[in-house]
């Protein structure tokens, strides 16, 4: 059976991008476009509830719902720096507070750096290939920021002055700032590379402080409550009205890599696993069999056929979202809703259903489809483009389109 789809342009929000409602805080990958879940919440009427987001990021369907008034609302994820963002955007520290710990870390750094003699009292951090990624007088700076950041005592305080920090980490190392992936500048741009930390960190810092007092700030009123926990989402029975998302469109290695985006600001705040979170994440690990049942076994045996390979990596995604899908169904209420936001790939040349795929498996679990939109896809920050045969110059557009699927749930049975 196929699902049916309709085109709706009113859901392109052409020349739209994530800031023209709600700047993020911090940069993060292929993330959703308020404007829409807020869209699709009010035509379907939806205003109060609980909510869920099982693959929050950096926590878009959040912004969404309190835009329609909702104010509880529950995240997973399994990227400290998506946790880190999503806990700082939803939680309300009072704006006097905030300007003064400014004002005493800044005082704090300037003093300790006249001190000559102070720069070697602080140990070398930990982070794989440092000097391959920073220069001397960049780490020495970073690790001065980062000491006085943890000398903040409150924990709220402290993660809110680490966002601006993280994106200090990327701007002021080597990589290529126009990429998610870890790639290297070229050596002659690293010659004139000589980026000013403490200016820079303090720019980011008023940034953040802006961004939050303008946008987010205001939304935060004393009964709203956005729970944000680092892990892979765990199911408790009838607790959910809503689920909004947008989950992966692939695996993190082949489509966007969250892990490798986040990895230097991750190892920066602790993380000693950073380099492993986009083999955690959804299609991390190879399945062993190909998916051969449902209405992407098709286009997985079409793969197949060109590379055995892609295909068992394609199965693993798939069966890792196959099973999350289970999980969800088993929180909503009857009578809930769930909203999944997804692009169709292209792998090998093949484009792969996920739409229909999400709503195959939820009508499997208890639920049945009521709509999906088409949209088009003109402002999400992910690849445009790919090599499907690994040719150089041979390139197609990975993703045109994004779908909007609708399902309700019907009954308690859930596909074992």
Not at 51 to 69: H, K, M, N, Q, V
Not at 343 to 361: C, H, M, S, W, Y
Request: glycine share 4%; hydrophobic share 35%; proline share 4%.
């Amino acid at each position: 059976m196929k699902y049916n789809i309709i085109r709706n342009e009113k859901y392109d929000f052409l020349g739209q991008s994530y800031s023209s409602s709600y700047p993020n805080l911090h940069k993060y990958p292929a993330t959703m476009l308020p404007q829409i879940g807020s869209a699709i919440l009010k035509e379907l009427n939806i205003s109060k509830g609980t909510l869920l987001d099982p693959y929050c990021g950096s926590g878009s369907s959040f912004t969404s719902a309190l835009e329609c008034g909702i104010t509880q609302m529950y995240g997973f994820d399994i990227n400290p720096l998506a946790i880190l963002i999503s806990k700082v955007k939803f939680t309300k520290i009072p704006l006097k507070i905030l300007l003064q710990t400014k004002v005493n870390l800044r005082d704090e750094i300037y003093e300790f750096v006249k001190d000559e003699t102070n720069l070697n009292k602080l140990a070398k951090p930990n982070i794989t290939n440092i000097d391959f990624w920073f220069s001397k007088e960049v780490i020495q700076n970073l690790n001065i920021i980062k000491h006085f950041i943890y000398q903040i005592h409150d924990e709220n305080l402290q993660r809110f002055f680490l966002i601006p920090f993280s994106e200090t980490v990327r701007e002021c190392s080597f990589t290529r700032n126009s990429e998610f992936k870890l790639y290297k500048m070229k050596p002659d741009d690293i010659l004139n590379f000589n980026p000013d930390v403490f200016g820079i960190y303090f720019k980011r810092l008023n940034d953040t402080l802006s961004i939050y007092s303008r946008f987010y700030y205001p939304k935060l009123s004393d009964n709203v409550k956005v729970d944000v926990q680092y892990s892979k989402f765990q199911p408790t029975k009838d607790e959910f009205d809503i689920v909004l998302t947008s989950p992966p469109y692939g695996d993190s290695r082949t489509t966007v890599a969250y892990g490798q985006f986040s990895t230097l600001s991750n190892e920066w705040t602790g993380i000693d696993y950073a380099r492993k979170i986009d083999g955690m994440l959804m299609g991390g690990i190879k399945s062993k069999y190909l998916l051969s049942k449902g209405l992407i076994s098709d286009s997985i045996a079409a793969i197949y056929k060109e590379d055995n390979n892609r295909a068992l990596e394609v199965s693993s995604f798939y069966n890792d979202l196959a099973a999350s899908i289970v999980k969800v169904a088993q929180t909503v209420k009857i009578g809930g809703k769930i909203i999944y936001i997804v692009g169709n790939r292209i792998v090998k040349n093949v484009q792969l259903p996920t739409d229909q795929f999400i709503a195959e498996k939820f009508e499997e679990n208890g639920f049945k489809h009521l709509i999906t939109y088409e949209r088009a896809l003109s402002s999400k920050a992910m690849p445009s483009k790919n090599s499907p045969s690994n040719k150089t110059g041979i390139t197609v557009n990975t993703m045109l389109f994004e779908y909007i699927v609708v399902c309700e749930k019907t009954t308690d049975i859930i596909n074992k």
